[in-house]
């Protein structure tokens, strides 16, 4: 119960044979028994059964040994090993080695060594439970043994017991290896020296049959089983006789077809019998072809012959007719082993018209259908045709199907077989099949023997041929099985509907076919909105599939684009459709690369790169572009959050995002920019939504569509009503929130973005934005977290950049307005800095306000040496790791901004203010003692020379401190090197 594990213990525990439990009674251990006392016999009990256990703890195996204790005597005791079926007497000195348990020890050779090694390990066996039984007194015994010489065995069971020995020894002689060869050596190919060998041949045939067939395939080893069938072969192959014998005894007795060929488990076993059958046929063709159809009865008035009077006359036909019986009446559908038996009716089929013609006289398709719907009836779905939809209203054809999964994939070579029989009844236009096999196939409500065979998934490329060969030159029937398909998916759910969008992807693929074949893709397609409603992913993910490669259903779906786009992209409430008809949109287009393309996971944030398209697939491309910008001026109601969620945009804004290859099409979007802008606000741009991922959508949309199109970024800066909302973008900076975190990720690069590419093209939305409050919380709260957010952190610098960029044409206005910004926002960045913050940020924040001698006292007064210094020890201690020298470049510029501050404090000297400062910089010995570090000779010159530096400035700011402490570090470096380099000499500081 510690580790909550099962473990099997398997360490050596021993067991008395005989085990005296006196000392275990109340007088015994209630201290009452006399001393001396001799121990009473009572209480002695012999050990009669162990019951052993082989294995782990999570599975193994059950066996025992049981004492004979009417056979046993004094001098031996009789025992025996009872495993399973096997059952054989047993040494009893050998209980400690079979139940104890424990190590035991084995030879094994070692390489190394060249010797044989005693190798340990723990046994798997050992004892579970024991049985132990009284001894009784030598009198007691005796009359125990004459009790039980007076009970006699019932006649019955001495006669079941002897049947059962007897069985036992005959299969043992009967399987034994010599018999085998003996019976090999009999119904070998027969010696020339025999007189007339001609007339042995059937008997040698019939006893080499027999035996393979009732003896040597139910042996468990078939080591020549090939060799015999082999034999079997060319013996039939050379007498019709004994292949007349072979069939017509299967006719009669249908034992081996059952027990061999359905029955038997192995199906290497019932592949061969299945081939030895159909090699036997053919051998018989050129006789019994002509009997086959044969009547043995006259035809009726109107030339009618009942099936059971056709195909009497040969051994054949009888043969076939007696497999047929057995689907009949005898094997369910959901047997295992019928791939076989039906692989040898269809293989007799295909031998010649003969054998066709045959099996569709004697209606074989009837029976196989009336075999396969016989279990049928619990979960038959009835499904109407669009004949019988304004008959019977009343009708309940409510569906109620089992839950466990039909699929009899051993039913297969059925179909095939059935669709085979079929096209082969055609004679000319029309199919000659008897009214009952057509009726099987196409009768009933619903076609009920397709629509089964369907909704169990059974060769579903057959069933395709099949209806191909019903509807040829039958329009209507073509008709009326699509209607049945159509209202079998509007019923069934989505995984019972997957066989019907099977069968309707074959039936349209199928391109030119024989003549008379009507064109089932204008059947399917017209029909397929009615289905949308109930399984809306699986009919779009369809026409996905099929767009691309077929011009009809390409031009249909093309041309009704707007009769479901709306619906579909921006109303269902199921993210999964609006996925589906985004990627469907998206197969519209001809190219191959472009469809590949929008499976990928970037492809909502990044759009595609710029492909050389066909101008086919450019007209369409932009078609579609063309209809989803359109869509943009009735999207806003689908903004709103409270109705419909925060995500029902995105694969409408992610689709839109995917079209951009060029910009041909950003300058498509201009006309629609107003639509956007009232998408956006203020729907999305208000609501304290920590993640809107429509936002996130729009936002991405909106960047890449004004990226390197100065046009579409015109129309922001020009519109007051847009420059005077676009910086108000309620943002959630919850740095612990993993889903915000992740959010913000996204859509924040984006959205900075976008006001960068506007700062970029308007100087005065620069100065304006550079005042809105918004931007000094992200530099406040998002920056500091470079690790975080570092493409945000990367586009917020950028912005940063542009708001103080000094240009020629700037005004003295302008020039104070970007001092006052860098005195706010560096001021602000020396309070909210902390030891945390990352070192990019304050050496980015350095590089970009800290210019001017102002700005280096603002930093002195503002403690910024201190977070200067938090900065740089990160950075040492990074430098100092093996795999951390990409730091270098950041630390030359971290250490040159350091000088910069030094030197002007420095200079500076004589003010109080400054003095005040530099005492209070608590971290400055420390900060000395690092630099230090980094005047070793393996460190770069560029990083040197700027520690020098700065260790100059410090002792200059710092004399005294600098000499006491940094100097004894100096000297002791001095005085090791002189030690190590030239031993007895030293110098005094």
Request: hydrophobic share 40%.
């Given at each position: 119960?510690?580790?909550?594990?099962?473990?099997?213990?398997?360490?050596?525990?021993?067991?008395?044979?005989?085990?005296?439990?006196?000392?275990?009674?109340?007088?015994?251990?209630?201290?009452?028994?006399?001393?001396?006392?001799?121990?009473?016999?009572?209480?002695?009990?012999?050990?009669?059964?162990?019951?052993?256990?082989?294995?782990?703890?999570?599975?193994?195996?059950?066996?025992?040994?049981?004492?004979?204790?009417?056979?046993?005597?004094?001098?031996?005791?009789?025992?025996?090993?009872?495993?399973?079926?096997?059952?054989?007497?047993?040494?009893?000195?050998?209980?400690?080695?079979?139940?104890?348990?424990?190590?035991?020890?084995?030879?094994?050779?070692?390489?190394?060594?060249?010797?044989?090694?005693?190798?340990?390990?723990?046994?798997?066996?050992?004892?579970?439970?024991?049985?132990?039984?009284?001894?009784?007194?030598?009198?007691?015994?005796?009359?125990?043994?004459?009790?039980?010489?007076?009970?006699?065995?019932?006649?019955?069971?001495?006669?079941?017991?002897?049947q059962d020995n007897m069985q036992f020894l005959r299969d043992r002689f009967i399987f034994d290896r010599q018999y085998m060869d003996f019976m090999w050596k009999v119904c070998h190919?027969?010696?020339?020296?025999?007189?007339?060998?001609?007339?042995?041949?059937?008997?040698?045939?019939?006893?080499?049959?027999?035996?393979?067939?009732?003896?040597?395939?139910?042996?468990?080893?078939?080591?020549?089983?090939?060799?015999?069938?082999?034999?079997?072969?060319?013996?039939?192959?050379?007498?019709?006789?004994?292949?007349?014998?072979?069939?017509?005894?299967?006719?009669?007795?249908?034992?081996?077809?059952?027990?061999?060929?359905?029955?038997?488990?192995?199906?290497?076993?019932?592949?061969?019998?299945?081939?030895?059958?159909?090699?036997?046929?053919?051998?018989?063709?050129?006789?019994?072809?002509?009997?086959?159809?044969?009547?043995?009865?006259?035809?009726?008035?109107?030339?009618?012959?009942?099936?059971?009077?056709?195909?009497?006359?040969?051994?054949?036909?009888?043969?076939?007719?007696?497999?047929?019986?057995?689907?009949?009446?005898?094997?369910?559908?959901?047997?295992?082993?019928?791939?076989?038996?039906?692989?040898?009716?269809?293989?007799?089929?295909?031998?010649?018209?003969?054998?066709?013609?045959?099996?569709?006289?004697?209606?074989?398709?009837?029976?196989?259908?009336?075999?396969?719907?016989?279990?049928?009836?619990?979960?038959?779905?009835?499904?109407?045709?669009?004949?019988?939809?304004?008959?019977?209203?009343?009708?309940?054809?409510?569906?109620?199907?089992?839950?466990?999964?039909?699929?009899?994939?051993?039913?297969?070579?059925?179909?095939?077989?059935?669709?085979?029989?079929?096209?082969?009844?055609?004679?000319?236009?029309?199919?000659?099949?008897?009214?009952?096999?057509?009726?099987?196939?196409?009768g009933g409500k619903g076609f009920p023997f397709l629509y089964q065979q369907i909704r169990d998934n059974i060769n579903i490329q057959q069933t395709r041929n099949l209806i191909f060969?019903?509807?040829?030159?039958?329009?209507?029937?073509?008709?009326?099985?699509?209607?049945?398909?159509?209202?079998?998916?509007?019923?069934?759910?989505?995984?019972?509907?997957?066989?019907?969008?099977?069968?309707?992807?074959?039936?349209?693929?199928?391109?030119?076919?024989?003549?008379?074949?009507?064109?089932?893709?204008?059947?399917?397609?017209?029909?397929?909105?009615?289905?949308?409603?109930?399984?809306?992913?699986?009919?779009?993910?369809?026409?996905?599939?099929?767009?691309?490669?077929?011009?009809?259903?390409?031009?249909?779906?093309?041309?009704?684009?707007?009769?479901?786009?709306?619906?579909?992209?921006?109303?269902?409430?199921?993210?999964?459709?609006?996925?589906?008809?985004?990627?469907?949109?998206?197969?519209?287009?001809?190219?191959?690369?472009?469809?590949?393309?929008?499976?990928?996971?970037?492809?909502?944030?990044?759009?595609?790169?710029?492909?050389?398209?066909?101008?086919?697939?450019?007209?369409?491309?932009?078609?579609?572009?063309?209809?989803?910008?359109?869509?943009?001026?009735?999207?806003?109601?689908?903004?709103?959050?409270?109705?419909?969620?925060?995500?029902?945009?995105?694969?409408?804004?992610?689709?839109?995002?995917?079209?951009?290859?060029?910009?041909?099409?950003?300058?498509?979007?201009?006309?629609?920019?107003?639509?956007?802008?009232?998408?956006?606000?203020?729907?999305?741009?208000?609501?304290?939504?920590?993640?809107?991922?429509?936002?996130?959508?729009?936002?991405?949309?909106?960047?890449?569509?004004?990226?390197?199109?100065?046009?579409?970024?015109?129309?922001?800066?020009?519109?007051?009503?847009?420059?005077?909302?676009?910086?108000?973008?309620?943002?959630?900076?919850?740095?612990?929130?993993?889903?915000?975190?992740?959010?913000?990720?996204?859509?924040?690069?984006?959205?900075?973005?976008?006001?960068?590419?506007?700062?970029?093209?308007?100087?005065?939305?620069?100065?304006?934005?550079?005042?809105?409050?918004?931007?000094?919380?992200?530099?406040?709260?998002?920056?500091?977290?470079?690790?975080?957010?570092?493409?945000?952190?990367?586009?917020?610098?950028?912005?940063?950049?542009?708001?103080?960029?000094?240009?020629?044409?700037?005004?003295?206005?302008?020039?104070?307005?970007?001092?006052?910004?860098?005195?706010?926002?560096?001021?602000?960045?020396?309070?909210?800095?902390?030891?945390?913050?990352?070192?990019?940020?304050?050496?980015?924040?350095?590089?970009?306000?800290?210019?001017?001698?102002?700005?280096?006292?603002?930093?002195?007064?503002?403690?910024?040496?201190?977070?200067?210094?938090?900065?740089?020890?990160?950075?040492?201690?990074?430098?100092?790791?093996?795999?951390?020298?990409?730091?270098?470049?950041?630390?030359?510029?971290?250490?040159?901004?350091?000088?910069?501050?030094?030197?002007?404090?420095?200079?500076?000297?004589?003010?109080?203010?400054?003095?005040q400062s530099l005492i209070a910089w608590q971290e400055r010995l420390e900060f000395g003692q690092k630099l230090l570090t980094l005047l070793n000779s393996y460190t770069p010159d560029?990083?040197?020379?700027?520690?020098?530096?700065?260790?100059?400035?410090?002792?200059?700011?710092?004399?005294?401190?600098?000499?006491?402490?940094?100097?004894?570090?100096?000297?002791?470096?001095?005085?090791?090197?002189?030690?190590?380099?030239?031993?007895?000499?030293?110098?005094?500081?």
């Amino acid at each position: 119960m510690v580790t909550m594990m099962k473990e099997k213990v398997n360490t050596h525990f021993s067991f008395p044979v005989q085990l005296d439990m006196s000392g275990y009674t109340e007088d015994a251990l209630m201290g009452n028994k006399v001393q001396g006392e001799e121990d009473n016999l009572d209480y002695l009990y012999g050990l009669v059964g162990v019951t052993v256990h082989t294995g782990t703890a999570d599975g193994g195996h059950y066996y025992s040994f049981i004492k004979d204790r009417i056979h046993s005597d004094a001098q031996r005791d009789r025992w025996y090993m009872f495993n399973d079926a096997e059952v054989k007497p047993f040494d009893s000195t050998q209980l400690a080695a079979e139940c104890f348990g424990g190590e035991m020890t084995t030879k094994t050779y070692d390489s190394v060594t060249d010797k044989y090694m005693d190798f340990s390990f723990e046994k798997t066996h050992s004892a579970y439970m024991l049985f132990y039984e009284k001894i009784e007194p030598e009198e007691s015994k005796r009359k125990a043994a004459s009790v039980l010489d007076q009970v006699q065995m019932s006649k019955e069971l001495a006669q079941s017991i002897w049947q059962d020995n007897m069985q036992f020894l005959r299969d043992r002689f009967i399987f034994d290896r010599q018999y085998m060869d003996f019976m090999w050596k009999v119904c070998h190919p027969l010696p020339a020296t025999l007189p007339q060998p001609q007339s042995f041949q059937p008997m040698s045939s019939k006893l080499t049959t027999c035996f393979v067939l009732e003896t040597l395939i139910h042996a468990k080893e078939k080591p020549i089983m090939v060799q015999w069938m082999e034999l079997m072969t060319k013996q039939f192959h050379t007498c019709p006789e004994a292949c007349e014998w072979f069939l017509d005894f299967m006719a009669k007795d249908d034992c081996w077809p059952i027990q061999i060929l359905i029955k038997c488990p192995i199906q290497t076993v019932r592949q061969l019998f299945q081939r030895l059958c159909i090699h036997v046929i053919p051998q018989l063709r050129e006789k019994h072809a002509p009997l086959y159809i044969h009547a043995d009865v006259d035809s009726d008035e109107d030339g009618y012959i009942s099936p059971s009077h056709i195909g009497n006359c040969s051994c054949v036909t009888r043969f076939i007719k007696k497999l047929l019986s057995i689907i009949e009446h005898g094997v369910r559908p959901h047997c295992k082993h019928l791939t076989e038996y039906f692989s040898l009716l269809f293989d007799f089929a295909k031998i010649g018209e003969a054998e066709s013609a045959f099996l569709l006289s004697i209606e074989a398709i009837t029976i196989m259908a009336n075999f396969y719907l016989g279990t049928k009836s619990a979960e038959y779905v009835e499904v109407l045709s669009d004949d019988d939809n304004d008959e019977d209203d009343d009708d309940d054809d409510v569906i109620s199907l089992t839950e466990d999964k039909y699929r009899p994939i051993s039913l297969e070579k059925m179909i095939a077989l059935m669709a085979y029989l079929v096209e082969q009844s055609r004679r000319d236009r029309q199919l000659t099949l008897s009214q009952s096999d057509y009726a099987v196939l196409v009768g009933g409500k619903g076609f009920p023997f397709l629509y089964q065979q369907i909704r169990d998934n059974i060769n579903i490329q057959q069933t395709r041929n099949l209806i191909f060969s019903l509807t040829r030159f039958a329009p209507r029937l073509a008709e009326q099985i699509v209607a049945m398909i159509f209202n079998a998916i509007a019923k069934l759910n989505q995984e019972a509907g997957q066989p019907f969008f099977k069968l309707l992807s074959m039936l349209v693929d199928m391109v030119g076919g024989p003549p008379g074949l009507p064109n089932f893709t204008p059947l399917i397609l017209q029909r397929m909105w009615e289905i949308a409603e109930y399984n809306p992913h699986q009919v779009l993910d369809w026409l996905a599939a099929h767009v691309p490669r077929n011009k009809i259903a390409h031009h249909w779906t093309l041309q009704g684009i707007e009769s479901w786009i709306e619906h579909f992209l921006l109303e269902h409430h199921n993210a999964r459709v609006r996925s589906s008809a985004a990627y469907l949109l998206v197969s519209l287009v001809p190219d191959i690369q472009f469809r590949q393309g929008y499976r990928s996971s970037r492809s909502m944030h990044n759009p595609q790169k710029e492909l050389n398209l066909s101008s086919e697939a450019l007209e369409v491309l932009h078609e579609v572009y063309r209809v989803l910008l359109e869509l943009l001026r009735i999207a806003r109601p689908f903004a709103d959050a409270s109705v419909h969620g925060t995500a029902k945009l995105v694969s409408f804004f992610s689709l839109l995002n995917y079209c951009l290859i060029s910009n041909t099409e950003k300058q498509m979007f201009s006309p629609y920019f107003e639509d956007l802008w009232n998408i956006y606000l203020p729907k999305l741009s208000e609501p304290p939504i920590s993640c809107n991922h429509n936002k996130e959508a729009l936002l991405i949309f909106w960047y890449y569509v004004c990226k390197d199109c100065p046009e579409n970024v015109q129309l922001i800066v020009s519109n007051f009503l847009v420059t005077k909302h676009l910086p108000y973008n309620y943002i959630l900076a919850d740095h612990e929130d993993q889903e915000v975190v992740m959010f913000n990720r996204v859509m924040l690069p984006a959205y900075y973005g976008l006001l960068t590419l506007c700062c970029q093209q308007s100087k005065s939305f620069t100065r304006q934005l550079a005042c809105q409050q918004n931007l000094q919380w992200a530099f406040e709260h998002l920056t500091p977290h470079a690790n975080q957010y570092p493409t945000v952190v990367e586009e917020l610098f950028k912005l940063m950049e542009l708001f103080v960029e000094i240009e020629a044409e700037t005004t003295e206005q302008e020039l104070q307005q970007i001092k006052d910004f860098k005195k706010q926002t560096l001021h602000m960045y020396l309070k909210c800095l902390e030891k945390s913050s990352c070192w990019t940020t304050i050496i980015s924040v350095f590089r970009i306000l800290v210019e001017n001698k102002d700005d280096h006292l603002l930093v002195i007064q503002n403690h910024g040496l201190s977070r200067l210094y938090d900065a740089f020890n990160t950075v040492h201690l990074m430098y100092h790791e093996a795999t951390a020298c990409h730091v270098t470049g950041d630390l030359v510029e971290l250490l040159s901004i350091i000088l910069e501050v030094l030197k002007c404090a420095n200079s500076h000297s004589e003010d109080k203010e400054i003095i005040q400062s530099l005492i209070a910089w608590q971290e400055r010995l420390e900060f000395g003692q690092k630099l230090l570090t980094l005047l070793n000779s393996y460190t770069p010159d560029s990083v040197r020379s700027k520690a020098i530096s700065i260790l100059t400035q410090l002792l200059m700011i710092y004399p005294k401190e600098c000499v006491k402490e940094l100097g004894l570090i100096m000297h002791h470096a001095h005085n090791q090197f002189q030690r190590t380099t030239m031993p007895g000499i030293t110098y005094n500081l």
